[in-house]
């Protein structure tokens, strides 16, 4: 029998789950505000994996994801321990806002500090109870300020490993992406574990599509980790090495003309930018050959707001 996870001051016995509260901060009201977390300790040896979501707290598909794989994984099947923190932005996830309430960027806040900004805070808990005690993490965002992403992973697909991960999970789009700093990307690999971003759907709506390739992709994952039997293997995802945004060059309504997913060329119309009575229209067009893999679903759009975002294929140039 494997030896117990001490996590937050608790242990979890092999073969158990068991749910964690971590102290995050206190309400002006006396309450106190805890990192949620569900930890799976499986019987036999394995990888420690991480799950989290809702880093943006109106990023709400990820939680969703979260919730319907913890329903499919048993910890007495199970080979490793998976650790799920369904809600990291407690604060904003409760008031359906994208950051905290001194308004700082939790995932440009890693790895954070046990005396600094609230943001700060809650990543130094998360990867001190969690991303240090991991091998490989799935971070789980959709679209933000109305955009929609088509299911995607983004990694570094540099690295031998995480590329085979990416390949598993399955998404139709795998993206070599650069890290940015503060982010928990970032920070998770100079921890030493591989992270793997996912990006799917818009903030504040549940999809379906992107909830079904989330939960399929987690579950390949940790499939290909060893950590489950295996899993039927998905579509090849396209990999793509580039990617950028096409911009609107006038203010005014927009009326797209293509969806995510389309395959575009070079200078293929995108949509038009007109005014309320439809004059004085300006024609969106594609900058590059590619696949749109996220779109503003904004309805009013002005000079350099982003339209469409294309990624090129592995192998593709641009026109």
């Not at 969690?130 to 933000?144: F, Q, W």
Request: glycine share 12%; net charge negative.
């Amino acid at each position: 029998m494997r030896e117990s996870f001490a996590i937050g001051g608790v242990r979890v016995r092999a073969g158990q789950a068991k749910g964690v509260e971590l102290p995050i901060a206190r309400l002006v009201t006396g309450g106190d505000v805890s990192l949620p977390v569900r930890v799976l300790h499986g019987r036999e040896e394995g990888p420690v994996v991480w799950i989290d979501a809702a880093i943006h707290g109106d990023e709400v598909v990820g939680v969703e994801v979260i919730r319907q794989v913890l329903a499919q994984v048993s910890p007495e099947r199970l080979r490793g321990t998976l650790i799920a923190v369904p809600v990291v932005n407690v604060l904003g996830f409760l008031n359906g806002d994208r950051y905290l309430p001194d308004r700082r960027d939790l995932n440009r806040s890693f790895p954070g500090s046990a005396r600094g900004s609230l943001a700060s805070r809650i990543a130094h808990l998360l990867m001190t109870e969690v991303v240090a005690r991991c091998d490989v993490g799935i971070d789980l965002h959709t679209g933000s300020d109305r955009r929609d992403n088509l299911p995607q992973i983004r990694a570094d697909l540099d690295d031998p490993e995480t590329r085979r991960l990416a390949a598993a999970f399955g998404a139709p789009v795998m993206l070599h992406a650069k890290l940015r700093d503060g982010s928990l990307r970032q920070a998770a690999r100079e921890a030493g574990a591989i992270a793997l971003l996912y990006e799917a759907g818009e903030a504040l709506r549940l999809e379906q599509e992107p909830i079904e390739v989330g939960v399929a992709g987690v579950l390949r994952v940790l499939a290909a980790l060893g950590m489950l039997d295996d899993d039927e293997a998905a579509d090849a995802s396209i990999e793509c090495r580039a990617s950028g945004w096409v911009r609107a060059r006038g203010t005014g309504i927009l009326h797209l003309d293509v969806e995510l997913g389309d395959r575009v060329e070079s200078g293929a119309r995108l949509g038009r930018v007109a005014d309320a009575l439809g004059t004085g229209g300006r024609i969106v067009r594609a900058d590059r050959a590619g696949i749109v893999i996220g779109l503003t679903r904004a309805p009013i759009v002005h000079a350099g707001d982003a339209v469409a975002h294309l990624a090129e294929p592995e192998g593709s140039s641009t026109g």
